[in-house]
């Protein structure tokens, strides 16, 4: 069974830094666009940054310049370093990504537990 499973989450002041990881396991043949995404209480989610397997990031305007997403393939593995953190980023962070499982026709979209960042002002 293929899943992903995040960790790094915590609690942080504000101006601080974490650095969220997400493997993915299992008997995984390929793995497309790998995101973060976030949840606030109230809210819907919405996505952070996203990376191609080329290593093509895309940013939503509200982390530009303060996130960076990366991935090493080999390692079925992407990262979420956020510095400068603020309160309005406390929310639970998922990773996404479409697998392709071995012996799999299809790409199918896989989800992690999620992991809650706490940003104290």
């Known amino acids: 069974q293929v899943q992903l499973v995040e960790s790094g989450g915590g609690l942080v002041q504000a101006g601080g830094s974490l650095r969220l990881s997400c493997a993915a396991s299992?008997?995984?043949?390929?793995?497309?666009?790998m995101g973060w995404y976030r949840q606030a209480p109230g809210k819907q989610r919405e996505l952070v940054a996203d990376?191609?397997?080329?290593?093509?990031?895309n940013y939503a305007d509200s982390v530009k310049g303060r996130f960076t997403i990366f991935r090493v393939n080999a390692k079925n593995t992407v990262w979420l370093q956020m510095n400068s953190l603020k309160p309005e980023d406390t929310a639970v962070y998922y990773c996404g990504a479409p697998i392709q499982a071995r012996g799999s026709a299809y790409y199918t979209s896989t989800w992690g537990q999620g992991t809650q960042v706490t940003v104290s002002s």
């Open positions: 990376i191609t397997s080329g290593g093509i990031a």
């Open positions: 299992g008997s995984i043949f390929s793995i497309n666009t």
